[in-house]
C-alpha cells in the first residue's frame, strides 16, 4: 500500500510539473525593453567567481561553456571566447555605497581601468573583470 501512495505522489508530481511547462510565457510587459544580455568571457568559472563575489550574483550552468546570471533585477550569461573585443555599449551598474563596491571589485580580482569621477547626477568608476569585458558602476553620492 505504502509503495502505490508514493508511486501516485509522484506521478502527480510529474503530471503537475510537465502541465507547468506547456504554459506559454506572457513576455507582454517586457516588449521593447532589454531582456537579456551576454557577454564574452575567456575564463566562465573565474569570471562567474569575480561577479559572484563583487556582486552577488547568482548564476546557473549549462556546461563549461556557458553560465547564465540573475543580478536581482537583469539576466544574462557569460558565454566562452577566445578573446573579448573593446569597445562597444558600456554596461554601467548601480550601487548605494560606489566606495565600498570599489573596494569588492579590486577584492574579486578586477581592475579599475578608470577611477571615480563625477559625472552630473553623480560619480562612478570602470573597471575590467577578469575576461576584459569593461563595465560601470555608478551613484548619486
Same mark, same amino acid.
Given at each position: 500500500?505504502?509503495?502505490?501512495?508514493?508511486? !501516485?505522489?509522484?506521478?502527480? =508530481?510529474?503530471?503537475? $510539473?510537465?502541465q @507547468?511547462? @506547456?504554459?506559454?510565457?506572457?513576455?507582454?510587459?517586457?516588449?521593447?525593453?532589454?531582456?537579456?544580455?551576454?557577454? %564574452? !568571457?575567456?575564463?566562465?568559472? +573565474?569570471?562567474?567567481?569575480?561577479? @559572484? @563575489? !563583487?556582486?552577488?550574483? +547568482?548564476?546557473?550552468?549549462? *556546461?563549461p561553456?556557458?553560465t $547564465?546570471?540573475?543580478? *536581482?533585477?537583469? =539576466? *544574462?550569461?557569460? =558565454?566562452?571566447?577566445?578573446? #573579448?573585443a573593446q569597445?562597444? %555599449?558600456? #554596461?554601467?551598474?548601480?550601487?548605494?555605497?560606489? !566606495?565600498?563596491?570599489?573596494?569588492? #571589485?579590486?577584492?574579486? *580580482?578586477g581592475v579599475? #581601468?578608470?577611477?571615480?569621477? %563625477?559625472?552630473?547626477?553623480?560619480r562612478?568608476?570602470?573597471? $575590467?573583470?577578469? $575576461?576584459?569585458?569593461?563595465?560601470?558602476?555608478? =551613484?548619486? +553620492?
Amino acid at each position: 500500500m505504502r509503495i502505490i501512495v508514493i508511486a !501516485a505522489a509522484l506521478l502527480a =508530481s510529474t503530471l503537475a $510539473s510537465a502541465q @507547468q511547462e @506547456q504554459k506559454p510565457v506572457d513576455n507582454r510587459a517586457n516588449d521593447r525593453r532589454i531582456d537579456y544580455i551576454e557577454f %564574452p !568571457a575567456t575564463d566562465v568559472a +573565474k569570471t562567474k567567481a569575480f561577479y @559572484q @563575489q !563583487a556582486f552577488g550574483w +547568482k548564476f546557473t550552468d549549462y *556546461g563549461p561553456d556557458y553560465t $547564465s546570471f540573475e543580478d *536581482g533585477r537583469l =539576466s *544574462g550569461g557569460f =558565454s566562452k571566447e577566445g578573446k #573579448v573585443a573593446q569597445g562597444g %555599449p558600456l #554596461v554601467v551598474l548601480y550601487a548605494s555605497d560606489l !566606495a565600498a563596491t570599489e573596494k569588492k #571589485v579590486r577584492d574579486a *580580482g578586477g581592475v579599475i #581601468v578608470k577611477d571615480a569621477f %563625477p559625472f552630473p547626477g553623480g560619480r562612478r568608476f570602470h573597471f $575590467s573583470d577578469p $575576461s576584459g569585458n569593461v563595465l560601470a558602476v555608478w =551613484s548619486e +553620492k
